[in-house]
């Protein structure tokens, strides 16, 4: 039993090397800039990440840029005009323009994607 269970332990923790070597990002370093290479062949400049002291080889894939939907302008109102006990929002600020993200609406979709002054905002949840 006991020499049964040391197997599975040394066969895991193998298992688990062998994942987390597999899953590790491609390094390129090009021109000054590092970047790490996806499984699909796109690049990611993490230059600014390694000079913060991140290690590119230790990177490891994620769910990648389109796992998620994000929000635009058009959603932001759904037309309804029933306000929320004190809701829980996001907010940006620009000069004299100023936008709110509702969390809710937020939690489903995690990132929106407006313009406030002339300026591109990603606000991510």
């Known amino acids: ?4 269970f040391i ?3 040394i066969f895991l923790g193998v298992a688990l090397i062998f994942v987390s ?3 590790a990002a491609f390094v390129l370093r090009k021109e000054g800039k590092t970047y ?3 499984q699909k062949g796109e690049r ?9 002291g ?3 080889e230790l990177f490891q894939y994620g769910i990648g840029k389109n796992a998620f939907t994000p929000l635009d302008d058009s959603y932001l109102s759904d037309g309804s005009s029933s306000i929320f006990q004190n809701p829980r929002i996001i907010g940006i600020a620009d000069g ?3 936008r ?3 969390i809710p609406k937020l939690r489903y979709h995690e990132i929106a994607n407006t313009q406030i002054n002339d300026k591109k905002v990603a606000v991510a949840y």
């Open 96 to 98: 004299t323009e100023a």
């Open 7 to 9: 197997s599975i332990v």
């Open 36 to 38: 790490i290479e996806d």
């Open 21 to 23: 070597i597999s899953s």
């Open 100 to 102: 709110a993200y509702s």
């Open 44 to 52: 990611w400049d993490v230059t600014q990440a390694e000079a913060l």
């Open 1 to 4: 039993m006991r020499r049964q």
């Open 54 to 56: 991140f290690r590119p």
